[in-house]
């Protein structure tokens, strides 16, 4: 089976975040299946800088769209055995730094006409009017960045099956009326049924409304979106896609993850010799310039955003600080959490210790000196950060929301399907957050049972192989399927409900 996987980006080449991870990981467990896997992503700097050897093998023209031609460069993903497609136009994708944002923090103006043109590239090759031989049985698209690739290939009688993956339906791709007319898309695509959404222009409906399978990163996150609470306006469409929408948990890459073999530890170690994690905390403490302590160390890895629930961290502070613990964190976002962060820290730099940024040599050794991992996350589609974890044994504290509530287990109220490995607290307020963290400090101070709880973590499964062999299940016997516009709104407006009447009367009328 022939796998094309659209992404904008894949770790090591360009990551943000979870997205990165999972398609710089999940190609290479498909191809250890028996398929045949490959990668297209735009040509970005840092892309073109981590890729190694690369070589030309083809143009695709583009007009009347785009630029006339754009390069595809081809290689492989590097440690792996999956080949890399590169759409190299340096107008597009030629800009240093994040893939999706200006150095102030704000997103590209022409962030929808540069996915645009990505989109065509991967429609062109999915259909084959370039060069390549090779032609996918299934592309497979991710997140609102190739929203457009399902959407431009469901009308033609020749194409591949689809898939799409929903990462983070916080971000939709969302643009201007203007923005359709000017990517001279086909105006029977404005519409609520495709991809109108209150009068702007949504990519990821694109993904939504025409894949033939729709997949997201957690079972629990697949449910949760179907609701208002989740749904971010979408939810009406997802429930009615609800058969075609599975949750597939996201695994972790034991290439780049494993304490017994990681290169960024000074101490490496496993289930069965925890004892040697042990000096990875005072070099983790000097690293960051915090005094020595056996006092628990707590760690948060991660984007400084709302939804990450950073605010309730920053509440939380004074109390921790009576506490006696210490605190690392690593991450950026939105300014206003950067800022207050840069404070804080001046003001508790005896046990608080903050990095603006990300590297990824020091998320490994925090995840390895840490005792503690807090993940208070408003929603969370799967999370990567907390598996890391488990796997490092650094015990996670987390929300019972998404990807969150399918892997952490909590001690004294375990799931019926997993072993106890963490903390876990439902309401969404820094008290609930700060009762979780005394129940960890508590079971800190019981050397015995605190090993016990952290090897329960570590010999759980949470690798790709598992994760692969059910994206691999869903592959199997996937067939183009007829477009079947939604009989519902997208939940919002009395325009959504004039226009389902509207289309109710035409459809009347021709019958």
Known sequence: MKVLFVASEAYPLIKTGGLGDVCGSLPPALLATGMDVRLLLPAYPAALAQAGPLKPVDTIDLRPYFHPTVRLLEGRLPGTRVKLWLVDCPPAFNRAGNPYHAADGQPWPDNAERFALFARAAVALALGWTRQRWRPDI??????????????????PARPATVFTIHNLAYQGIFPRATFDALRLDPSLWSFEALEFHGQMSFIKGGLVYADRLTTVSPNYAREIQTPRFGHGLDGLLHWRRDALHG????????????ARDPHLVSRYSAAKLGAKGPNKPALQNELGLPPSPQPLLALVGRLVWQKGIDLVLE???????????????????????????????VYRDWLAVRIGYDEGLAHRIEAGADLFLM???????????LYSLHYGTVPVVHRVGGLSDTVSDIDHPTPVLKPNGFVFSQETPAALLAAIDRALALYRQPTRWAALQRSGMRQDFSWSRSAAKYAGLYAGLRPTPV????????????????????????????
């Open 139 to 156: 592309v497979h698209a991710h997140d609102w960045q190739t929203g457009l690739v399902p959407a431009l290939l469901a009308s033609d």
């Open 248 to 259: 597939i948990l996201n695994g972790i890459d034991r290439r780049e993850w494993n304490p």
């Open 316 to 346: 939380l502070l004074p109390a921790l600080a009576r506490r006696g613990v210490q605190l690392a964190i690593l991450g950026n976002g939105e300014r206003e959490y950067e800022t207050a962060l840069r404070r804080v820290a001046a």
């Open 376 to 386: 208070p996350s408003r929603f969370e589609p799967c999370g990567l950060n907390q």
């Open 484 to 511: 079947r516009n939604p009989p519902v709104k997208t939940r919002g407006s009395s325009r959504h409900r004039a226009g389902v009447r509207r289309t109710t009367r035409a459809a009347a009328a021709r019958r």
